[in-house]
């Protein structure tokens, strides 16, 4: 079996085949998960895909935003013999930037208030995906702002 790991949203290359023996030289990666695969292609596995490269190695590609442990099976057939092993996968949390919408600039009279909000088609939002509390400053550059 091997052990790897990457970051979330972070492919990786593994060598498998560094770490095992074959009697028969031309050993060649088959199937992963049992699902038959050649030198290109990509098979869907729990919470990634992975990808069979031209020199024998293999491209985990987590799901997007994935964290924790996954694993897959490959295959080896060399010289008729068949062996199947099992990959172990930890995949790090990352903390992702928080995102802001702000419907761009805003422009008004003299004077004037202006509000903040779907209904009136400028609404401000920030979403964190890795946080359930999130703190913004929001500035004005003339004027004062008052929050409602």
Request: no cysteine; glycine share 8%; aromatic share 4%.
């Amino acid at each position: 079996d091997d052990a790897f790991a990457t970051n979330e949203d972070t492919a990786v290359t593994l060598d498998v085949n560094a770490n095992d023996t074959f009697e028969n030289a031309g050993h060649t990666i088959t199937a992963i998960n049992g699902t038959a695969i050649a030198v290109g292609g990509s098979v869907a596995v729990a919470n990634g895909s992975v990808l069979l490269n031209a020199d024998g190695t293999l491209s985990f590609s987590p799901a997007a935003n994935f964290n924790g442990t996954t694993d897959f099976t490959y295959t080896v057939t060399s010289g008729g013999t068949t062996e199947t092993a099992t990959v172990n996968l930890t995949v790090n949390a990352v903390n992702d930037a928080p995102v802001n919408s702000v419907s761009g600039a805003q422009t008004l009279s003299e004077d004037a208030n202006q509000v903040f909000s779907s209904a009136n088609g400028n609404a401000l939002s920030v979403a964190d995906t890795d946080s359930a509390v999130v703190t913004t400053t929001v500035s004005v550059l003339h004027g004062s702002l008052t929050a409602v």
